[in-house]
């Protein structure tokens, strides 16, 4: 199988979107589409900026990923494939209840987070609108858990006036609700393969997939 087309920007703002309203809170499919911050409602007074926490080198493997994703094929089926095709690619693809699951080989976990935080942090002070409550969600590639969140604080956010009043760091199967600004990580969301695979279904359904 040829290695067609990729997840497109729109697909992980949906995305974020879905996953926010299905497993932490409803009230987020009041959000309107717009732009800087990418998900808007003046109705909850909430702005939420999507980003994905990895380096623009290790993009290619999305359109490795998608080529095989959101096909209706098993979980099973489409590690199989890649293995027997795509084998030298940088990163994993794993069967988590009968979903595919990507996982990039980056050094994203700590160094990726960071900066994808600062950048969106020094952005939101220049040009974002800003709401009472401003928002990040951050797409891991990684499964993470409480430690490597953690060391993801470790970042100077005091020369900033203004800073995300939470963010969302999504790791697959579960979501960490944090405060960077408290260093605290105020609720872990598991997400079921079930849901799992639901939020990427609407996502890719509902998106501007690029062929």
């Not at 209706?72 to 069967?95: H, L």
Request: aromatic content about 16%.
């Amino acid at each position: 199988m040829t290695v067609k087309c990729k997840y497109s920007k729109e697909f992980y703002e949906h995305y974020a979107k879905i996953c926010m309203e299905t497993v932490y809170n409803e009230k987020y499919s009041l959000l309107d589409k717009g732009e800087s911050p990418d998900w808007q409602s003046g109705i909850l007074d909430i702005g939420v900026e999507v980003t994905q926490a990895i380096s623009s080198q290790k993009v290619y493997t999305e359109a490795v990923m998608s080529t095989y994703f959101g096909k209706g094929y098993a979980g099973e089926f489409i590690v199989n494939e890649i293995e027997e095709k795509n084998g030298d690619i940088r990163g994993q693809v794993s069967n988590y209840d009968g979903v595919e699951v990507y996982s990039s080989f980056v050094d994203l976990s700590y160094s990726q987070i960071k900066k994808a935080y600062l950048g969106k942090t020094a952005k939101l002070n220049k040009h974002y609108t800003k709401y009472s409550f401003n928002q990040l969600f951050v797409y891991s590639y990684k499964v993470m858990n409480k430690q490597d969140v953690y060391e993801c604080f470790n970042i100077n956010i005091s020369k900033f006036e203004t800073n995300f009043d939470i963010c969302f760091i999504n790791c697959i199967e579960k979501m960490f609700v944090c405060d960077f600004r408290k260093k605290k990580i105020l609720d872990i969301i598991y997400i079921s393969s079930d849901q799992l695979k639901y939020i990427k279904e609407k996502a890719l359904e509902i998106s501007e997939f690029e062929f």
